[in-house]
């Protein structure tokens, strides 16, 4: 079994502020970690994800997150927020076993940005 | 570049009535899924099919079929509607392996009154 824990369901920072959204996992099996995002009336679409390898992962608009095995962590950060980072945000995980993999998603946190 | 296309965009429907939502993909992914979203409770897994010809449940069958002949299709079938039925769900689909990523289509709003 597998679940993904969001902490805060709404985060507001100031523009240029540091952005930090907290994500714990669990999960049986070594997992996959997926980061999206969601903008208003908008499907979703990917911002990073963990496979294997290099625990600190990049993605687009300047996000990156930690994979840290001893803590089950995922958290989000980007250094510096934009007012275009207004968006909710979908930690995940994929995991399972054989072919039966299943992405598993926390409920979200949606993050506000004042100018 | 499609991906994946989700018809209707939004629908309001008649409680009792039959809807089945469409969903096409054109980039060849094995996996494909369809996920509710409310508010609060994030996304849920309703079916999913790992490949052609194959269906699971997720975590929130009840009330919906699903059905895969083929790779570029999965429509969802909601057989007799009611209104906690009333959602935006979402397709999605992967390629095969758990280190990959889903894509999402962009969502039907359906409302059952």
């Known amino acids: 079994a597998q679940s993904v824990t969001q902490l805060g369901s709404h985060v507001s920072v100031s523009e240029g502020a540091l952005v930090l959204l907290r994500c714990n996992y669990s999960?049986?099996?070594?997992?996959?970690l997926f980061w999206y995002v969601q903008y208003p009336n908008q499907g979703l679409q990917l911002l990073l994800k963990?496979?294997?390898?290099?625990?600190l992962v990049k993605g687009i608009n300047g996000f990156e997150a930690e994979f840290k095995k001893s803590e089950t962590s995922f958290h989000l950060t980007k250094p510096s927020a934009h007012m275009s980072d207004a968006a909710e945000y979908f930690c995940?995980?994929?995991?399972?076993?054989?072919?039966?993999?299943?992405?598993?998603f926390g409920k979200g946190t949606l993050l506000t940005v004042n100018p | 570049i499609a991906g994946i296309t989700q018809a209707p965009t939004s629908q309001i429907l008649a409680a009792g009535r039959r809807m089945t939502l469409r969903c096409t993909q054109d980039?060849?992914?094995?996996?494909m899924y369809w996920y509710r979203q409310d508010l609060g409770l994030g996304l849920r897994l309703i079916h999913y099919?790992?490949?052609?010809?194959?269906?699971g449940k997720g975590e929130v069958p009840d009330g919906y079929s699903v059905s895969r002949a083929n790779t570029d299709d999965f429509p969802l079938t909601l057989a007799s509607a009611v209104p906690s039925q009333t959602s935006v769900y979402f397709c999605?689909?992967?390629?095969?392996?758990?280190?990959?990523?889903?894509?999402f289509g962009q969502g039907t709003r359906l409302t059952v009154v």
């Open positions: 995940a995980v994929k995991g399972g076993g054989g072919s039966n993999y299943k992405l598993t």
């Open positions: 999960s049986s099996v070594p997992p996959y």
């Open positions: 963990y496979t294997t390898g290099a625990t």
């Open positions: 980039m060849r992914h094995n996996a």
């Open positions: 999605a689909s992967s390629a095969t392996g758990a280190n990959t990523e889903a894509f």
């Open positions: 099919s790992n490949t052609a010809g194959t269906t």
